[in-house]
């Protein structure tokens, strides 16, 4: 007995149960009749005149079956007719539309329904036919203030829209309008004009015009603009001058001095003026005079004591007018103090021993002053410290003058004004001691413990403390941070 084949599709399904077979005499006569019926068909439509292709589900008739009279025989035509329906599915193109069928999925091709085409869809065209490469987004950082600007742009933006509703707002109220019925009259003409009026005695052009008399406009004099540099030139770099030295500055003075003398020369050989009359001295009188001086000695003697008196008198004069003012000379100083100051601030660092007398702080306290200093001069019972600082110019004046200067003078004479100020002075800080002695000052001096460059003044203006401590010494320099200081005078000693 021939083997059965399984039936497609009957394969364990997912739920692990199996589907019942159709019975084989079943499906069978449902076989023979289908192919009766295409025979009928078929027959049909010879008689009507037509040949009929045979139907696209089988590829070749087969004969019906005879009735089956035993299972056997039932049982292989099942089979057979089983096999030929395979094989014309297999026969038969497969469809582009239809998708694969499941396992254990028994609807037919011819049962499915036709997917809808689409008639704007091209498959030919290049857009959906190439491949679309991705392309991987790279980061993307924002610079820094771009939304600062983008907000300040924004809200200039408001405010010049702010300002022309406010502009437009005041036009209206004022009958300034665009669309007002104000701009389209004609404005007569004025009577005169706002330039013409001080030209004129009335302000009308009928009225006589004022040229001649005290309240006119018009002078004698011409107005002459003044010239303005162009803006290339006022960019330009001012070229220095170059310094000369003094030897090369005394040749120069002699070369000018004779290219003018060469010039008054050329001018008195030509006529064009007159010559100056000789130069008369005792020591060339009568090389000059010659005869003149042996007949009138006495004269010629006065004469010539004249013009020396004349000519001393001329430079004399000459040089009280290039002589500067107190007023421009304190000018020119603070001018040049200031400008020393601005090549660089100098310090400098001075420790004293004692400063009883008065005339030594009036000293150190003008010169500070006179130059421009600043600083502060602190006074102790056990020594006295000076910082100055300033230009260079005017700390150096001020270390001469501490070098120069007599420390170990003590006259004890005070004015009535100085000793009004000394009275409100500590024992210590006057120039006598308790029993009315003049103190020793032999031993006293000055010396130099620090001077350098900085970067700047500390001090504001000059000025002067009386401390009783070293503590109260140190927390008045540490203000300045200059404590340090007080602390290299002590070691200094």
Known sequence: MVEKRPFPGDHDSPNGTKRPRPEPTMAASSLAEKIALAKAKAAAMRQAGGAVAAPPALSKPHSPSPAPTTSGNDSLAAIRARVAAMNSKAAAPPSDQ?????????????????????????????????????????????LPGKYLDQASRIRQLNRMEEIKRQIARSARLSG???????????????ECEWWDEILLEEKTYDSQVKIDGDDSVITSYVQHPPVLKAAQERRLVEIQPMYLTPKEQAKLRRMRRAAELKEEQAKIRLGLRDPDPPKIRRANLMRVLGQDALLEPTRIEQVVEAQIKEREDKHIQANAERKLTKEERLAKLEKNQLKDAKKGIHMAVFRITDL??????????????????????????????????GGEYGVNKYKKMMARTSWTENSGFASEAQEEKQARDPQWLKPVDENGTLRDLSNNKASLI????????????????ICETDGEAREVLSKTKLDSMWALALASD
């Open 356 to 389: 009883s007398f008065g005339k030594l702080r009036f000293r150190i306290d003008q010169n500070a002053k006179q130059h421009s200093l600043t600083g502060i001069t602190i006074f102790n019972p056990h020594m006295n410290l000076v910082i100055v600082e």
């Open 450 to 465: 620090f001077e350098g460059e900085v970067s700047n003044r500390v001090f504001r203006k000059w000025g002067a403390r």
């Open 176 to 190: 300034l309008d665009e669309n007002s019925e104000r701009n389209f009259i004609i404005q007569p003409p004025v």
């Open 98 to 142: 239809t998708a694969p069928a499941k396992p254990g999925n028994r609807q037919t091709e011819s049962e499915k329904p036709e997917a809808p085409q689409n008639p704007y869809f091209n498959a030919d065209d290049p857009q959906v036919t190439r491949k679309v490469k991705r392309v991987p987004r790279t980061l993307a950082f924002n």
